[in-house]
């Protein structure tokens, strides 16, 4: 009995001591923001700016439960470079208001008592919603989103290969080169095959001229020799007029 009295108040004030505090989103559960109302902000641990901002952060955070905030989160851009990518982020800290799946990035002041007021006086109103083709959810934004993970793990491969084996740089951006170069050979020669799957080449049948016999040409050619004698009767015949009317004019 005693054992289970002991848990309950752990559980309890576990709880209780993770209202207000400020929560850690990554790729796997981002999607929490989608529902409710929430603030969130994106950072890194090397970014002065982030640094200055957490102090303010965390106070911000304890008054989402005043405030009737599902939440007030963080996530740092080096743990989930996707996301960063999935919402276009191109500078830090940059902080959005989200609302029932309504993203508005936030610009105003960077303290707590100016992030109370927007959400107090609903400041969050008068920003226009992000346009729709920039929406985290959309199919364009996740590709993106796997752009920046893949740009992440060259970066990071780079720098193992640079720094744990200690090859030079060249090296590096040689195999990096060798590896696109085959990687887009063998895409390319997969959509060939696809192709000539879906729409296979039509077959082209040859015409077939039949040669005429010798007795045809014999006959064809004796013809051509008629058509010529005649054609020099028909020419000769008018000289041969012309000559009597010289004699006859004599």
């Known amino acids: 009995m005693r054992l289970l009295c002991f848990v309950g108040l752990f559980v309890l004030g576990s709880l209780c001591g993770s209202e207000g505090q400020v929560i850690e989103l990554e790729e796997q559960n981002w999607e929490r923001v989608l529902s409710g109302e929430w603030m969130l902000e994106f950072y890194a641990p090397w970014c002065p700016a982030c640094r200055a ?34 919402f276009m982020v191109t500078a830090l800290p940059t902080i959005f208001h989200v609302k029932e799946g309504e993203f508005r ?35 364009q934004m996740t590709a993106v989103s796997y752009f920046f993970k893949m740009s992440m793990f060259l970066r990071n491969a780079h720098s193992t290969i640079t720094e744990v084996y200690n090859f030079p740089t060249w090296a590096s951006y040689l195999g990096f080169a060798i590896a696109t170069v085959a990687l887009g050979a063998f895409l390319g020669l997969v959509l060939v095959c696809c192709i000539d799957f879906v729409c296979p080449p039509q077959k082209n049948f040859g015409v077939v001229v039949s040669q005429p016999d010798d007795d045809e040409k014999d006959a064809t050619d004796q013809d051509d020799i008629k058509d010529d004698v005649v054609e020099d009767d028909t020419e000769s015949k008018p000289t041969a007029i012309r000559k009597r009317k010289a004699k006859k004019a004599e």
């Open 105 to 139: 990035q936030y610009r105003g002041s960077r303290d707590k008592e100016a992030f109370i007021a927007f959400i107090e006086e609903e400041k969050w109103k008068e920003i226009e919603t992000i346009p729709s083709w920039k929406d985290p959810r959309s199919f």
């Open 53 to 86: 901002l957490q102090s303010s952060w965390e106070e911000f955070a304890s008054w989402s439960e005043d405030l009737h905030l599902k939440g007030i989160a963080q996530i740092d851009v080096t743990k989930s470079p996707g996301l960063s990518g999935r």
